[in-house]
């Protein structure tokens, strides 16, 4: 078996990093900051756009050159956030 590349999308950062079929870490985590965006009324928000290019980042970063390692993902969010 290969590597599951396991994502977390928080509400200040997106981490990735390759899990190998021991549970080890293989390589370095990777994390991008998220901006969140608000107002005075309270409205806090990531801009759809920003959210899914900083995901699609984080995740090459983990991956690097090892893509054919990858034999499936893990994904967790903040509440229902995700897009």
Known sequence: MG??????????NIKAALV??????????????MKIEGDA??????DPGALKAALLEVCALAIGDRGS???????????????
């Open 3 to 12: 590597s599951v590349l396991s994502i977390d999308v928080g509400t200040t």
């Open 41 to 46: 009324s309270g409205r806090a928000e990531h």
């Open 20 to 33: 190998d079929d021991s549970g080890q870490i293989s390589g370095d985590v990777k994390s991008l900051n």
């Open 69 to 83: 390692e990858v034999d499936g993902f893990a994904l967790t969010s903040y509440m229902f956030g995700l897009l």
